[in-house]
């Protein structure tokens, strides 16, 4: 019984850390500095906003994005150049076509 009740913290633990994002005005005061690609291919991570924050899990590129900085996960700043940013993202069409390219990137975002 103990052990499944441990198990079971661990994976809350994981689900919990979700994605709800929010845009800064400045890098100073981002988490990670993004650049968004013309192409699929250019991509670290291809990103879906999705319209409920009960549709986010953990680090897979659903994205929620929230009305005030303090109750966001990571804070974002999109960079006009491919070279100042920390990760690359592309926007998908469908929430299942989210996710990893480069799980190297894959830090920035936990």
């Known amino acids: 019984m103990k052990k499944l009740l ?4 661990l ?6 850390h979700a994605q709800k994002v ?11 500095a993004v650049y968004v690609v013309d192409y ?3 991509c670290d991570l291809k990103v879906f906003y ?6 986010i899990n953990g680090n897979t590129g659903k994205w ?11 804070k974002i700043f999109f960079v006009d150049y491919k070279n100042q940013c920390d990760i690359k ?3 998908v069409k469908y929430k299942s076509q989210a996710g990893w390219i480069d799980n190297s990137k894959k830090h920035f975002l936990e």
């Open 6 to 9: 441990i198990l079971l913290l």
């Open 40 to 42: 699929e291919s250019q």
């Open 22 to 32: 929010f845009e800064v005005n400045h890098l100073y005061q981002s988490d990670v």
């Open 11 to 16: 994976l809350l633990n994981t689900v919990a």
């Open 89 to 91: 993202i592309y926007y």
């Open 50 to 55: 999705v319209p409920y924050i009960t549709q």
């Open 64 to 74: 929620f994005k929230v009305e005030y900085k303090a109750q966001a996960d990571i």
